[in-house]
């Protein structure tokens, strides 16, 4: 049986993920707390995110410009930044 989490993004228990996603207790903490679904959709997010404002992973502005989003998506702020011409699925 998989591990289970109580997901914040979900609000109720599901698939947790295989193991904390980088070190640390920030990793840890996501680990015990979202699930290996909202991790997967953050990924997508965040790949789009990337490419759609042609970020630098490695330049200090865009890592605090994803940690920002990524705290903000899993928490299901209104405020997470989409792709230009995104639209809501109906």
Not at 47 to 63: G, H, M, P, Q, S
């Amino acid at each position: 049986m998989s591990r289970q989490v109580f997901c914040r993004k979900y609000q109720q228990e599901m698939e947790g993920l295989d193991f904390p996603p980088f070190p640390g207790a920030k990793g840890q903490a996501f680990f015990e707390t979202v699930s290996k679904q909202a991790w997967q959709e953050w990924l997508k997010h965040q790949t789009t995110l990337i490419n759609e404002k042609r970020l630098n992973v490695f330049e200090a502005d865009a890592k605090k410009f994803l940690e920002e989003q990524r705290e903000k998506f899993l928490s299901n702020d209104d405020s997470v930044e989409k792709a230009e011409g995104w639209k809501p699925e109906a």
